[in-house]
């Protein structure tokens, strides 16, 4: 059987996961709307960081095609901003 000490910094430590992925998420958007053209960031949002890859929603496959055309530019600008784990950038409709 499990103590309830145990079980109670489990889960601690979980919610301090979660809350670190949830403030990087906050960074970076706040990020991604610098670098990114104004228009790109109407229709864009970050969804997660994994694996050294950022994940962003689009609201039409026009703004896929927009960020891919400048991805190098937009991940030399994350860089700059201090994002240097940050090596690809994936998009999806959602």
Do not use: F
Not at 76 to 81: A, D, G, Q, T
């Amino acid at each position: 059987m499990e103590k309830i000490g145990d079980i109670v910094k489990r889960v601690i430590s979980k919610k301090g996961q979660i809350e670190e992925t949830t403030r990087s998420i906050d960074d970076i958007e706040a990020v991604w709307y610098k670098v990114v053209d104004p228009i790109i960031g109407q229709h864009s949002y970050v969804v997660y960081i994994k694996g050294g890859s950022i994940t962003i929603n689009v609201d039409s496959r026009c703004y896929i095609t927009e960020i891919k055309r400048k991805e190098k530019e937009i991940l030399s600008e994350l860089h700059r901003y201090g994002w240097k784990g940050i090596k690809g950038i994936d998009c999806r409709i959602g």
